[in-house]
C-alpha cells in the first residue's frame, strides 16, 4: 500500500511494551535474591511482567485503548491493523506486531503519530523501515517497489550447517538420491533446526522452496486444492485492503490459475470419478466464482513453478517473477 500511495513507511518501537499495561488478575510473585530486605517477600503485581502468560494479550488491550483513544478504528479483518480518518480520508494506517508499529501515510502525520502515542507509552521513531524480523527492506521510490530480503539470514544459515560453498542446484526435480543408513550420524545431525530454519525463509521471502501440505490424486486435484488455499488468503486481503482503502471497493480479484481441468471444476459444478472425493471445503471456489468476486485467468501463470517439472532457465525466470 505504501508503495502503491507513495506514502512513507514508518517503523515504531514501543520499549519495555509489556510492563506498561494493567492486570486484570490477582498475581502474587515471590520477590528474587538481590532485592535487599524485600528478598523472598510475597509482593502483588499490579503491571504485567515479561514471562506472564498474559503479559502479550494485556499489552495488546492496552495498546488497542490507547489507539482508540487517538482516533483510530480497528479492522475487523485483521485486529492488528488500524485507519485514522480525517476530513473524510484514510490519512495513517498502522499495522502493529508486539511492540513494533508501522505507519503508513505522509511522512509529517506519521511522526506526528508517534509523537501523539509517546505521550500515552515511550515510543522510539527508527524511521523508515530497514530492518526488522532477520529481514531487510529497501525501498526504491522511482520504481514504487518495496524489497524483501534475507540474504544474511541465509548466508549465515549456510555457515552454520556448512553449505556456504555447496553445489548450487537449480530444482530437486530428478536428483539421485542415494541410501543413507548410518543411524548414529543421522541421529547427530541438527534436522529439526535445519527444518525450522528453512520453514522460516520459506513463509517470509522464498515461497519457491516450500512443500506441498497435502496428497492427491492427480495434477487437476493438486491445483484445486492450491486454488482453494488462494482463494482464502485473497479473501482475507481483499477485506484488509478494503479497510485500508475505502474508496478502492470491493472490485472482483484475479486469480491466475493454467489447468484446465481445475479451472473447469471451479466454474461448473461437475462431479465425476475423479473427483468426487475432493474435500467438501475446497469447493468454495465455486461460490466465489459464482458471485463474481473473483475471477479465473490463465495467463501470466508463475506457480508453475511449485507444479512442474521445469527447465532450469524457465524456473528462474519463474522464481524471478514471483520473488519480484
Known amino acids: 500500500m505504501a508503495c502503491e500511495q507513495y506514502f512513507s513507511l514508518r517503523h515504531f518501537d514501543i520499549k519495555q511494551a509489556f510492563v506498561q499495561s494493567d492486570l486484570d488478575e490477582f498475581v502474587f510473585m515471590r520477590l528474587p535474591e538481590g532485592c535487599g530486605r524485600l528478598s523472598g517477600m510475597i509482593v502483588k503485581l499490579n503491571k504485567s511482567l515479561y514471562g506472564l502468560k498474559q503479559a502479550s494479550r494485556q499489552w495488546h488491550s492496552h495498546l488497542v485503548r490507547c489507539l482508540i483513544c487517538l482516533g483510530f478504528i480497528q479492522c475487523l479483518a485483521d485486529t492488528c491493523v488500524f485507519r485514522l480518518i480525517e476530513e473524510g480520508r484514510v490519512v495513517v494506517t498502522l499495522a502493529v506486531h508486539v ?19 509517546n505521550t500515552m507509552v515511550p515510543v522510539k521513531n527508527l524511521g523508515d523501515l530497514r530492518w526488522y524480523s532477520g529481514c531487510f527492506y529497501e525501498r526504491d521510490w522511482d520504481a514504487g517497489s518495496l524489497k524483501i530480503s534475507q540474504q544474511t539470514y541465509a548466508e549465515e544459515l549456510g555457515m552454520e550447517f556448512g553449505v556456504e560453498y555447496g553445489k548450487e542446484i537449480p530444482l530437486p526435480v530428478g536428483l539421485k538420491l542415494s541410501e543413507f543408513d548410518q543411524d548414529e550420524e543421522v541421529v547427530s545431525w541438527p534436522f529439526r533446526e535445519l527444518i525450522g530454519s528453512l520453514m522460516w525463509l520459506a513463509t517470509q521471502t522464498r515461497p519457491d522452496i516450500a512443500n506441498a501440505n497435502c496428497v492427491t490424486f492427480s495434477t487437476t486435484e493438486a491445483e484445486y486444492v492450491s486454488l482453494a488455499d488462494v482463494m482464502k488468503e ?22 491466475f490459475e493454467d489447468n484446465q481441468g481445475a479451472i473447469q471444476l471451479a466454474q461448473n459444478p461437475i462431479s465425476n470419478s475423479n473427483s468426487k472425493h475432493i474435500d467438501l ?35 528462474e525466470i519463474l522464481s524471478f517473477i514471483v520473488l519480484s
Open 99 to 117: 511492540d513494533d508499529i508501522f505507519s503508513i501515510g505522509e511522512e509529517e502525520r506519521c511522526d506526528q503519530f508517534g509523537r501523539d502515542l
Open 234 to 255: 485473497v479473501l482475507f486481503l481483499r477485506q484488509v485492503w478494503h479497510f485500508m482503502l475505502p474508496e478502492a471497493g470491493m472490485p472482483c480479484i484475479p486469480v
Open 281 to 315: 471445503r475446497h469447493h468454495f471456489i465455486r461460490e466465489l466464482v459464482g458471485r463474481k468476486e473473483i475471477s479465473i485467468f490463465t495467463w501470466n501463470q508463475c506457480i508453475n513453478m511449485l507444479t512442474s517439472s521445469r527447465r532450469h532457465l524457465t524456473s
